[in-house]
């Protein structure tokens, strides 16, 4: 089944603690991105992959970092979490970097106290 | 910078009829795409239906149309004979071509009643 699968769904932790939300797609898709969605703002995109190894800023990247290191995996991670990053994040997928709809997967639901 | 904007917090619509929901976007690029998710209570994200700047029709999928006016900026999502599953939050978003960032607006969230 293609699919997007994010660990974990449920966290929380304090702050300062660094933690990494892993992202895997299986549909050997480019591109890959992560949200955070608040609520009455949408989602708001973090950072983005191109491919292997590449990797830019989004509108929100403040306080977080990614890697790809492989086409599967994109990962996200919060270095000294703060409570304002306090989120329903998601990580997404898609084929075409510029006309291709996102696969999302499921979300994680941060606290962070 | 791109913009999109939904005014509709929350609308209502009796089961079996047609809603339309607002998008309106705004970008001095050319080339750019538009799409509709949804997100039902449970939490998941679910591609509706896309629209290419270029694109001359308007798409349709299934019970989902996009009412596309270029020159107005605008990407309503028109849903026809609403179901009870078609009650959840609904997000515009917008993707130019070469800049790989993808902008949603804050959603608008869809209540059917039987």
């Known amino acids: 089944e293609a699919q997007v699968t994010q660990n974990p769904r449920y966290l929380i932790t304090v702050t300062g603690k660094k933690l990494t939300v892993t992202c895997s797609q299986n549909?050997?898709?480019?591109?890959m991105s992560w949200y955070r969605q608040d609520p009455g703002l949408g989602l708001r995109q973090i950072y983005y992959?191109?491919?292997?190894?590449?990797?830019d800023k989004g509108d929100v990247p403040e306080g977080y970092k990614v890697s790809r290191k492989e086409k599967r995996n994109f990962p996200l991670i919060l270095e000294s979490p703060s409570p304002n990053q306090t989120s329903l994040y998601f990580c997404?997928?898609?084929?075409?970097?510029?006309?291709?709809?996102?696969?999302f997967g499921e979300g994680s639901r941060l606290t962070v106290l | 910078a791109q913009k999109i904007t939904q005014t509709q917090p929350g609308m209502f619509v009796q089961e079996k009829e047609a809603v339309t929901l607002d998008c309106t976007y705004d970008?001095?690029?050319?080339?750019?795409?538009l799409f509709w998710y949804k997100q039902p209570s449970s939490g998941e994200m679910i591609f509706l239906i896309y629209?290419?700047?270029?694109?001359?029709q308007n798409a349709t999928e299934g019970r989902y149309s996009l009412n596309f006016q270029k020159a107005r900026k605008s990407a309503n999502l028109v849903i026809s004979a609403s179901q009870l599953g078609d009650s959840a939050m609904y997000f515009c978003?917008?993707?130019?071509?070469?800049?790989?960032?993808?902008?949603f607006g804050a959603g608008t969230r869809l209540f059917v009643k039987a």
């Open positions: 997404a997928s898609s084929l075409y970097p510029n006309t291709g709809e996102l696969f």
């Open positions: 549909m050997n898709h480019e591109y």
């Open positions: 992959s191109m491919n292997v190894e590449v990797t």
């Open positions: 970008t001095s690029d050319q080339s750019y795409g």
């Open positions: 629209q290419g700047s270029y694109d001359e």
């Open positions: 978003a917008m993707r130019v071509v070469g800049g790989f960032k993808t902008i």
